[in-house]
């Protein structure tokens, strides 16, 4: 079974940064590509950002310029930087293997005064 553990979430005043981690239970060499989605409350789940096995990054126009994707060896993080009340969600990480797409469980981010 894989398993996604999220980190990193808090509270931020608007323009503010957060970095999330998010540590998988298998080796993320395994991973097709790894990813961040987010979902606020009474909307559906949107993709974020996401970053292929080969380190190729993608963002939703929302984000671009503000967030970025990276991994290591054994991690995969979200920098968001100028954060806006309008990225309050809860935010989950994603990973590919195979034809196959795990999550994790989420970890909130609050944006505001």
């Known amino acids: 079974q894989v398993q996604l553990v999220e980190s990193g979430g808090g509270r931020v005043q608007p323009g503010g940064s957060l970095r999330l981690e998010c540590a998988p239970s298998?080796?993320?060499?395994?991973?097709?590509?790894m990813g961040w989605y987010r979902q606020a409350p009474g909307k559906q789940r949107d993709m974020v950002a996401t970053i292929t096995s080969g380190g190729f990054t993608n963002y939703a126009d929302s984000v671009r310029g503000r967030f970025a994707i990276s991994r290591d060896n054994a991690k995969v993080f979200l920098q968001m930087n100028s954060l806006k009340p309008d990225d309050t969600a809860v935010y989950y990480c994603?990973?590919?293997?195979?034809?196959?797409?795990?999550w994790g469980r989420g970890t909130q981010v609050t944006v505001s005064s």
């Open positions: 994603t990973i590919q293997i195979d034809l196959l797409n795990f």
């Open positions: 298998v080796s993320i060499n395994s991973a097709r590509s």
